[in-house]
């Protein structure tokens, strides 16, 4: 139904900023809730931010509120995380998924639609 290909991560200073791309295929990318996740080394897999089908409604994790910004460009079939002020810890792969759960439903499974992830690096 969806395909999702993530792109723009690398290194960057502590304090840095980076933006991040996710690029869906498919004919009703505006018919899922599309979500970034992180998955530092030895740890569990996060959700970080998440996005509505209309981009009306998101989520922040308490550790990236005021730092990160979802947004999403139905036109473009694109999603995008804006980090800024990044910390070493935010160090992780970042993964960009997709559900169609009711709009503003932002549970994410693994049987969900998921890319392959792009490496984000901060250093301190």
């Known amino acids: 139904q969806v395909q999702l290909v993530e792109s723009g991560g690398g290194l960057v200073q502590a304090g840095g900023s980076l933006r991040l791309s996710c690029a869906a295929s498919?004919?009703?990318?505006?018919?899922?809730?599309m979500g970034w996740f992180r998955q530092a080394p030895g740890k569990e897999r996060d959700l970080v931010a998440a996005?509505?089908?209309?981009?009306?409604?998101?989520f922040y994790a308490d550790s990236v509120k005021g730092r990160f910004t979802i947004s999403r460009d139905n036109a473009r079939n694109m999603v995008y995380l804006q980090m800024n002020g990044l910390k070493p810890e935010d160090t992780a792969v970042y993964y960009c998924?997709?559900?169609?759960?009711?709009?503003?439903?932002?549970?994410?499974?693994?049987?969900?639609?998921w890319g392959q992830g792009t490496q984000v690096t901060v250093s301190s």
């Open positions: 498919g004919r009703t990318f505006s018919s899922y809730n």
């Open positions: 998924a997709a559900n169609s759960q009711p709009a503003g439903m932002f549970r994410f499974t693994r049987s969900d639609y």
């Open positions: 996005i509505s089908k209309s981009g009306a409604s998101t």
